[in-house]
Structures are given as structure tokens and as C-alpha cells.
């Protein structure tokens, strides 16, 4: 035999690629959504606490501008008791300064005028007065002819149930703010929830991923890997359907 005849009989043939099993392509499948999945947890869960940091916020502030409504509303009825007494008392000089206009008696009409613009320069609040038509600068004369011909200088203010409900307008905003805020954290709180929810669905899918190994069978294999991965996407797009939370912007965390 030749030479070249032994080279031929004594060289290999080249292997062939191999291509890669369908249990190869499902582990590596696997291995991708297993890290994928435990990202969108870390995420869902983040996003969640956020949610629940908001939520917390806006109890304590919705319970704070509740307590400062509840205040108000209490000096407002202060307030109202206050001016009703007042109006007994003007309205008492009022009734003396009309019985000395019928009697005639001069002194007595401008001692109760007097009594009347004093009075009213410490105690009557400005909407008190635009309401019964007073003004700080009359002289006592000025009063005595407010008294006799201006109809609302004798006609109680809180004959009117809007100069009444005006002394709880402040105090109605507060609360109204305080309701404004508390719906607020009531959202954060169902979507922190439901982030939650999404987190569940996440750890379901790990662990589906993570028992695929146990099945022998391929096929089953194939079909866990699928439930698991139609779970995954399922909360995934279930997660982007959920506002994120108030203010939240990804770069303040990193100075931005």
C-alpha cells in the first residue's frame, strides 16, 4: 500500500455540528423567563410598596386636614353663637332708639347709638355689617337714621340660611379637602393591592418554571413551560394597565 492510501485510512471524519436538543432550547427557555420573571417581581413589588408609601401619606395627611376642618367648623359655631348674642344686644339699643324717635327723647336715641357704634367697632365682623348694612364711620346720627329708615338694620342676618352656612365655608373646604385626599390614598391603596396581586401571579410562575425539571415526559414539560409563560405575560400586561404611583419619576432616584 501506498502512503497516501494509509493517510486516508488512518484520518477521521470531521464530526458533525450536532444540533441542539428540544430539552436544550426548553432549558434555555426556561432559564430566561425564570430571570425575567424574578425582574418583573422585583418590579411589581417596588412599584407596589410605592403605592403603599402613598397611601400611608395621604391617611395621615387626610387625617390631619380633617382634624384642622373639624376645628374650624367648631370655631365657626363659636363664631355664629357669638354674633347671634351680639344682634340680641344690638338689636335691644335698635328697639330703645325706635321708642325715643315714637317718645321723642333725643338723649335716649343717641345713648343707644352711641352704645350701638362702639359696640359694633370691637365685635361686628365685616360681613356681619355689609349684611345689616352698618358702617364703622357713622356718627351716632348717621345710626339713628340707619335704625329708623334702613329695613335691614332691624332685620336679623341669620334670618338668611346663606349668612349662616357663610360662617362654615372654611371649614367646609378643609373637609372637602381632607375627603379629596383620603380617596387618594384609598387608589393607592387599591392599586398597591393589586400590584400585590400581580406579585402572587409572578411567584406562581416561578414556581411553575422551577418544577418543570421534574417531569420526565417532554411534552408535559412543553406544556408547563407554556401555562407558566402565558402567566407571565398575563401579569405583565395586567401590571402596565396600573398607573404608577403620584409624582413618581425613575430618575429622582438617581439624583435625576
Known amino acids: 500500500m501506498s502512503d497516501n492510501t494509509k493517510t486516508e485510512e488512518t484520518q477521521e471524519p470531521a464530526p458533525k455540528k450536532s444540533k441542539r436538543s428540544k430539552e436544550d432550547i426548553l432549558e434555555i427557555i426556561i432559564a430566561i423567563f425564570l430571570g425575567i420573571t424574578a425582574l418583573a417581581t422585583a418590579w411589581a413589588s417596588w412599584i407596589g410598596s410605592l403605592h403603599g408609601g402613598n397611601m400611608a401619606t395621604n391617611y395621615a395627611k387626610s387625617n390631619n386636614l380633617s382634624a384642622d376642618g373639624n376645628a374650624r367648623w367648631n370655631e365657626a359655631s363659636q363664631s355664629l353663637v357669638q354674633d347671634m348674642q351680639l344682634w340680641n344686644v344690638i338689636s335691644d339699643y335698635q328697639v330703645e332708639i325706635l321708642y325715643g324717635n315714637e317718645m321723642g327723647d333725643v338723649d335716649k336715641m343717641s345713648e343707644n347709638a352711641y352704645k350701638i357704634k362702639y359696640l359694633c367697632a370691637d365685635n361686628v365682623t365685616e360681613a356681619f355689617a355689609q349684611k345689616i348694612n352698618y358702617d364703622y364711620n357713622f356718627t351716632a346720627d348717621q345710626i339713628i337714621d340707619w335704625v329708623i329708615n334702613d329695613?335691614?338694620?332691624?332685620?336679623s342676618p341669620f334670618?338668611?340660611?346663606?349668612?349662616?352656612?357663610?360662617?362654615?365655608t372654611d371649614a367646609r373646604t378643609i373637609l372637602a379637602q381632607s375627603e379629596e385626599v383620603l380617596k387618594e390614598g384609598q387608589e393607592d391603596n387599591k392599586k398597591g393591592d393589586t400590584f400585590n396581586l400581580v406579585t402572587v401571579i409572578y411567584s406562581v410562575v416561578l414556581f411553575m418554571l422551577g418544577i418543570v425539571g421534574t417531569f420526565r415526559n417532554l411534552p408535559n414539560r412543553f406544556i408547563i413551560t407554556g401555562v407558566a409563560i402565558a402567566g407571565f405575560l398575563f401579569a405583565t400586561i395586567y401590571m402596565f394597565t396600573i398607573p404608577f404611583p403620584t409624582g413618581f419619576n425613575f430618575a429622582s432616584f438617581f439624583g435625576g
Open 159 to 168: 334670618s338668611s340660611t346663606e349668612f349662616i352656612e357663610s360662617y362654615y
Open 151 to 155: 329695613p335691614n338694620s332691624t332685620t
